[in-house]
């Protein structure tokens, strides 16, 4: 089993046209806490990122910001967090996001949400690291995208071992105990 102390979130600096992104966002801040898990993410306090972040911090867990220098001089840094450290561009935190942390969690979010949890889940793909990826499929959101993974898979540009490396899961709970769970990436990415 793997021993996850950081899990790295990626989601929406919005909230949602749904009430329930939200409350599964709360939900997983609290799973996360309840675990002894740290949170990683972006540094905001808007939108999902922002509900995940107070809910970490309500239930007594821990939670660091990696947020970039434009970001930082709009205002944009929650103020109760643990720690922050401030990088000059979005790729700079991506990096800096993914040395802290032992697991990559996508919430639903926008194209940015969507460009990072592609790249954790090609670097596990790559053998450039081993630390688990998952989707908190809440509502459904991630449906369409793991059809189009399949179309992939159909298409013979995926290996179907890796359609099956990355966790999708609604509950956050069982979504965190599969992350532990998750074998690493054995299969080569090259199907000819």
């Known amino acids: 089993m793997r021993e996850i102390r950081q899990a790295a979130v990626f989601c ?3 909230t949602g046209a ?3 992104y939200a409350e ?3 939900t997983l801040g609290e799973a996360l806490a309840a675990a002894g898990i740290g949170l990683v993410y972006g540094g905001t306090h808007k939108g999902l990122m922002g509900v995940l972040a107070d809910a970490v911090l309500a239930e007594g867990g821990r939670a660091t910001g990696i947020i970039t220098a434009r970001l930082y001089d709009k205002g944009h840094l929650h103020p109760g967090l643990d720690s922050h450290e401030i990088v000059p561009t979005m790729g700079a935190r991506k990096a800096r996001m993914g040395e802290l942390a032992d697991a990559f969690i996508a919430l639903p979010g926008g194209i940015g949400t969507l460009e990072e949890l592609l790249e954790a889940w090609t670097l596990n793909q790559l053998g450039e690291i081993d630390k688990p990826v998952g989707l908190l499929n809440i509502n459904g959101f991630f ?8 179309h992939m898979v159909d298409q013979h540009f995926l290996p179907s071992s890796h359609r099956g490396s990355i966790v999708v899961e609604a509950d956050p709970g069982i979504l965190l105990e599969h992350l532990r769970r998750q074998p690493p990436v054995s299969e080569s990415k090259w199907m000819n």
Do not use: T
């Open 12 to 14: 929406g600096s919005n």
């Open 143 to 150: 449906d369409p995208f793991m059809h189009f993974i399949d």
């Open 24 to 26: 599964r966002a709360r």
């Open 18 to 20: 749904e009430i329930m």
